[in-house]
């Protein structure tokens, strides 16, 4: 079995910044991509930021130039620093991690940002 386990989620002003953490755990043969996803209120989840093999890359447009992405491979381990923050990034968001060729989901943190 694997975990996720996000961190950094909470409450910010508009413009302001936050880091979101994902470590995954347990038997763990490879990786082949981590990445955020967010679910807003009366909204689909949508996803926000990939990254895979050889560390490319993918950003949802709306977040493009204000997050970015990063993985510590030795920690298994994802980051999402979060800059520039708007109200409309208000949402849960979920960690992502293809793990042994299985999806797998973190249980989601809030990002709240005030005006």
């Known amino acids: 079995q694997v975990q996720l386990v996000e961190s950094g989620g909470g409450l910010v002003q508009a413009g302001g910044s936050l880091r979101l953490s994902c470590a995954a755990s347990?038997?763990?043969?490879?990786?082949?991509?981590m990445g955020w996803y967010r679910q807003a209120p009366g909204k689909q989840r949508e996803l926000v930021a990939t990254?895979?093999?050889?560390?490319?890359?993918n950003y949802a447009d709306s977040v493009k130039g204000r997050f970015i992405i990063s993985r510590d491979y030795a920690k298994n381990t994802v980051y999402l620093q979060m800059n520039s923050l708007k109200p409309e990034d208000t949402a849960v968001y979920y960690c992502?991690?293809?793990?042994?060729?299985?999806?797998?989901w973190g249980q989601g943190t809030q990002v709240t940002v005030s005006s």
């Open positions: 347990g038997s763990i043969f490879s990786i082949n991509a």
């Open positions: 990254i895979i093999s050889f560390g490319r890359t």
């Open positions: 992502n991690a293809v793990i042994n060729g299985i999806p797998n």
